[in-house]
């Protein structure tokens, strides 16, 4: 079948299709209907099924006769350390695990929070808790002490399971210590911390509350697996939320299997037995869908890696595991890229590297610039896949299903709706626009299996976030626009779209043009105040290693580039050259802060900021442009 056979399968009849694919997930009690809409717009996916999910994703494997398979490889440039761990291995040390965590009062529907670093035994957690039938929340390693905090408080959690400490290119991070701080800023109090000591930095214990993470499994009877409903949570997932307080986002058992199976087959083209590699953190949702679950539940082998794309040692880290270990496909943000660019402009560190078993590159989290897809194309000689979706949807909206056929790729889109999706573009009425006109991009309820039902303990948020500006539709926060033959493209996220004398204009379709200098190694481009156009765009340029032009004459022909590719309407005069950009842990690029710091405007210090110093160096830059009157955040 073609994309747009299955594609219009699913349109026919979306129950039969996803009653379909739900015979893909070892059920202890099969679903009698997919789709439960009685109390729309809140949405029930398999309510009556009875599963569990790491059963699905370990045992049933070895079962199968398959426990010698590897599960896991892991692999720290940063510490040197390899392994691999078979299925039937990690089977037995997961079950071990939540044998120790109910011993401890841990069961079906307790929160356990997950604050760990890029180790097998992170997956272990998190499928301990599957396990168990008790949800996860994994927050990323090393935030601040009152961001854990924040997270505390809302997920009330019974348990926190850490590891000692982390560890970046030239610096351990002491995490119990967070840990610590934050328990003690909550005004909720979990039970216990359980906690894997790391040889680099070993964590001082309380007796009777903090417990060693092997010490604990002595003696401790292998858990089973507790079944629990379809709808019945597997995680939380906490994204940054308007108000600060960020949105705890729930994913259910039942369609997450069911959804997450479909994609590894149709989108990304994966059997069971080959090995996967998604290079993002078990912090991020790319980290729970492809890191953990999909590739385990299909009976893939899955990459855990502790690195960087440069620095560990170098611009040619992701070369080596690729070759070393067989990937066959792969996943990262292009920010990566960008950043292996920069270092290695023409490519020179690929040679000498067996990528022949490599069949695609997969690009998310950021858009995919035409300029970074072309180099990796040229680089790699396979499939570069850009794709789209949320820490809300848990997998993708927009992708190319390679699975299913490999759809022509055209630079500046991630492809075509996924099926589950019906992906428009409104005005701000919420009316349909014509193909090719900027919008807001919407999709119509109900979404599919696996996505949010909802806000953890927040059902008013969730519809007030994201249900509400466009009744009858899930509001992205994205806007762009679909051309003729249905591909969508995204353009910059809704606050992106600058209004310039009148003219709404897309930051990102700049960021395409400028990407495109010969010398900008990665860019971006925010709106600033002004008091004749309303706003002006100002681009923020880092360039290529070894690049000897002077950096006035860079911008100008920047400057050039957008007024002859974009034309005068766009009222393109402002450009700086900096080192680096503000990001995310994830690689996103904090716009809105730029554009808040250059305002004089208000505004927080993000907590997934990856090194908060940059923003200073920001600061300076837009300063000496006249800008950023307010230095210091709220």
């Not at 440039?77 to 011993?103: H, V």
């Not at 590159?361 to 794709?387: C, M, N, S, Y």
Request: proline letters at 7%; hydrophobic letters at 45%; one cysteine or more.
């Amino acid at each position: 079948m073609s994309y747009r056979d299955v594609y219009a399968a699913w349109q026919a009849d979306p129950e039969a299709f996803w009653m379909e694919q739900a015979k893909a997930v070892d059920w202890i009690k099969p679903p009698s209907h997919a789709l439960d809409d009685a109390r729309a717009p809140f949405y029930d996916w398999y309510a009556d099924g009875i599963l569990n999910t790491c059963y699905n994703a370990l045992d049933r494997h070895v079962e199968a006769g398959r426990g010698d398979q590897a599960a896991i490889i892991y692999d720290s440039p940063i510490t040197g350390a390899k392994a691999t761990l078979s299925y039937a291995e990690l089977t037995e040390k997961t079950a071990r695990l939540a044998g120790a965590l109910a011993a401890r009062g841990v069961g079906k529907g307790d929160r356990v929070i997950i604050y760990m670093p890029m180790v097998p035994e992170a997956l272990m957690a998190m499928l301990a808790c599957a396990r168990l039938g008790a949800v996860h929340s994994v927050v990323f390693g090393g935030f601040a002490a009152h961001e854990l905090a924040v997270r505390i408080n809302d997920a009330t959690p019974k348990a926190i399971v850490a590891a000692s400490c982390g560890i970046e290119p030239g610096r351990v991070i002491a995490y119990k210590p967070l840990v610590d701080a934050a328990i003690a800023q909550s005004s909720h109090k979990p039970d216990f911390t359980l906690i894997l000591q790391r040889d680099q930095l070993r964590a001082e214990l309380r007796d009777g509350y903090d417990f060693d993470w092997h010490e604990a499994q002595t003696g401790v009877a292998p858990a089973p697996c507790t079944p629990v409903g379809g709808m019945d949570p597997l995680y939380i997932l906490y994204t940054s939320g308007t108000t600060g307080q960020p949105k705890g986002v729930l994913r259910p058992n039942g369609g997450h299997a069911v959804s997450l199976l479909w994609t590894m087959t149709n989108i990304y083209n994966v059997a069971p037995g080959e090995v996967f590699w998604a290079a993002s953190d078990v912090g991020w949702v790319v980290g729970h869908s492809y890191i953990c679950y999909a590739p385990l539940l299909l009976g893939a082998t899955t990459v855990v890696f502790e690195g960087k794309p440069v620095g560990t040692p170098d611009a040619g880290t992701f070369w080596r595991v690729i070759a070393e270990h067989g990937v066959v496909s792969f996943f990262t943000a292009p920010t990566a890229f960008r950043a292996i660019k920069r270092e290695d402009p023409e490519g020179r560190l690929v040679d000498g590297y067996d990528l022949s078993r490599l069949r695609a590159l997969f690009l998310a989290g950021e858009r995919a610039d035409p300029d970074t897809i072309i180099w990796t194309q040229k680089q790699l000689g396979v499939p570069v896949i850009d794709h789209w979706w949320q820490t809300e949807t848990g997998f993708s909206i927009v992708a190319n299903p390679l699975g299913i056929e490999e759809l022509p790729v055209k630079l500046g889109s991630p492809t075509v709706a996924m099926p589950g999706y019906d992906v428009q573009i409104l005005d701000e009425g919420g009316n349909p626009v014509a193909p090719g006109t900027l919008g807001a991009i919407a999709i119509k309820l109900p979404l599919p299996p696996g996505t949010l039902p909802s806000l953890w303990n927040a059902d008013e948020r969730f519809k007030k976030a994201y249900l509400t500006t466009f009744p009858g539709y899930y509001e992205t926060g994205d806007a762009g626009m679909i051309d003729d033959d249905g591909y969508l493209y995204i353009m910059a996220r809704t606050d992106d779209v600058i209004n310039v004398a009148g003219h709404r204009l897309s930051t990102g379709a700049m960021e395409e043009v400028l990407a495109g200098h010969k010398d900008v190694a990665e860019c971006a481009v925010v709106g600033v105040e002004d008091a004749l156009k309303g706003q002006l765009p100002l681009a923020f340029l880092c360039l290529n290693k070894g690049c000897a032009k002077p950096e006035a004459e860079i911008v100008a022909e920047c400057v050039a580039l957008v007024r002859n590719q974009i034309g005068p309407v766009a009222a393109f005069k402002l450009g700086c050259v900096v080192d680096r950009l503000p990001k995310t842990r994830s690689g996103k690029i904090l716009r809105a802060t730029m554009a808040k710091i250059a305002d004089g405007a208000d505004w927080k210090m993000p907590a997934t900021i990856d090194d908060p110093a940059i923003l200073d160096e920001i600061r300076i830059a837009l300063q000496n442009l006249g800008y950023a009157k307010q230095v210091a955040p709220n």
